[in-house]
């Protein structure tokens, strides 16, 4: 049985704006960098019992990070500063982004939003996210009547 994901076409809007993003900052290094849109490289991972988000942040602060979680994704916010380095004057190049950032993504199935947990080591966040359990259907017996005079079902 093939298993059926939920489309969400931000999923793919967001997509082509970062890789709209990453050809014009690579390929047209004289058009500048927008530095204020751009988010952390993530991956997001599926296992049995949930998801797993891993984001690359070197040089964040783990105090400079918020995280958030719903039934259906995460966001991520952060800021990187730049570290202001006075002194004599010569070649510089900077190639690093600094500033605010924020990235969001859904997930194809619902989680326990209230069971996530986050870990932050050598410059890589990882959230892992279990998945919600299935609702449970609910059943009620419902009574039949016939001509005023009311009948129970069958068990």
Same mark, same amino acid.
């Given at each position: 049985?093939?298993?059926?994901?939920?489309?969400?076409? @931000?999923?793919?809007?967001?997509?082509?704006?970062?890789?709209?993003?990453?050809?014009?900052?690579?390929?047209?290094?004289?058009?500048?960098?927008?530095?204020?849109?751009?988010?952390?490289?993530?991956?997001?991972?599926?296992?049995?019992?949930?998801?797993?988000?891993?984001?690359?942040? #070197?040089?964040?602060?783990?105090?400079?990070?918020?995280?958030?979680?719903?039934?259906?994704?995460?966001?991520?916010?952060?800021?990187?500063?730049?570290?202001?380095?006075?002194?004599?004057?010569?070649?510089?190049?900077?190639?690093?982004? @600094?500033?605010?950032?924020?990235?969001?993504?859904?997930?194809?199935? #619902?989680?326990?939003?209230?069971?996530?947990?986050?870990? @932050?080591?050598?410059?890589?966040?990882?959230?892992?996210?279990?998945?919600?359990? #299935?609702?449970?259907?609910?059943?009620?017996?419902?009574?039949?009547?016939?001509?005023?005079?009311?009948?129970?079902?069958?068990?």
């Amino acid at each position: 049985m093939a298993n059926l994901t939920r489309w969400n076409p @931000y999923d793919d809007l967001q997509r082509m704006r970062d890789e709209f993003q990453r050809v014009f900052s690579a390929g047209f290094p004289w058009l500048g960098r927008d530095e204020s849109h751009w988010g952390p490289s993530v991956d997001v991972r599926e296992t049995v019992t949930g998801f797993v988000v891993e984001a690359e942040l #070197p040089g964040v602060d783990r105090d400079n990070l918020d995280v958030t979680v719903s039934e259906d994704g995460i966001t991520l916010r952060g800021e990187v500063r730049e570290e202001r380095q006075e002194g004599e004057g010569g070649f510089r190049q900077i190639e690093r982004r @600094y500033g605010s950032f924020h990235r969001s993504i859904v997930f194809p199935a #619902p989680v326990a939003h209230e069971q996530a947990a986050a870990e @932050y080591k050598d410059g890589i966040l990882r959230i892992t996210v279990p998945k919600a359990e #299935p609702a449970r259907s609910k059943v009620t017996k419902v009574r039949i009547s016939d001509g005023g005079r009311e009948r129970r079902e069958l068990q």
